[in-house]
């Protein structure tokens, strides 16, 4: 079974900056073999997928409305992965959560699939002043 917790969200003004972290733990957790990803879900709203990485490839993804502003990113021997998160936008305010799912990709049509992940945070809220 894998945790995960995430941290480091917070209260920031339009503009601003944060890095989310996500620490994964598990007895036999074998880091080169996840698709780990962020989601948000803002109230009202569905879940929609960030960014995800793997954790063997390290090739990433990112959703449209991030991209340039936000970078997935993991360091593999502390099993934690990132978000660090730049020009903020009040649309960015959600709860962020990490999730994880043990396959040999990602892929470009799947990563931002909610069902794919079966394993997730409990979230790590953030909200953008504007």
């Known amino acids: 079974q894998v945790q995960l917790v995430e941290s480091g969200g917070g209260s920031v003004q339009a503009g601003g900056s944060l890095r989310l972290s996500c620490a994964a733990s598990a007895s036999g957790y074998t880091a080169g073999s996840y698709c780990r990803a962020w989601f948000r879900q803002a109230p009202g709203k569905e879940r929609e997928g960030v960014a995800a990485?793997?954790?063997?490839?390290?090739?990433?993804y990112h959703a449209d409305s991030v991209k340039g502003r936000f970078t997935i990113s993991q360091d593999n021997a502390k099993n934690t992965l990132y978000l660090d998160m730049n020009s903020l936008k009040p649309e960015d305010t959600a709860m962020y959560y990490c999730?994880?799912?043990?396959?040999?990709?990602?892929?470009?049509?799947?990563?931002?699939?909610?069902?794919?992940?079966?394993?997730w945070g409990q979230g790590t809220q953030v909200t953008v002043s504007s």
């Open positions: 990485i793997h954790t063997g490839s390290a090739y990433s």
């Open positions: 999730a994880a799912v043990l396959t040999t990709y990602c892929g470009a049509d799947d990563w931002a699939r909610t069902y794919r992940y079966n394993y």
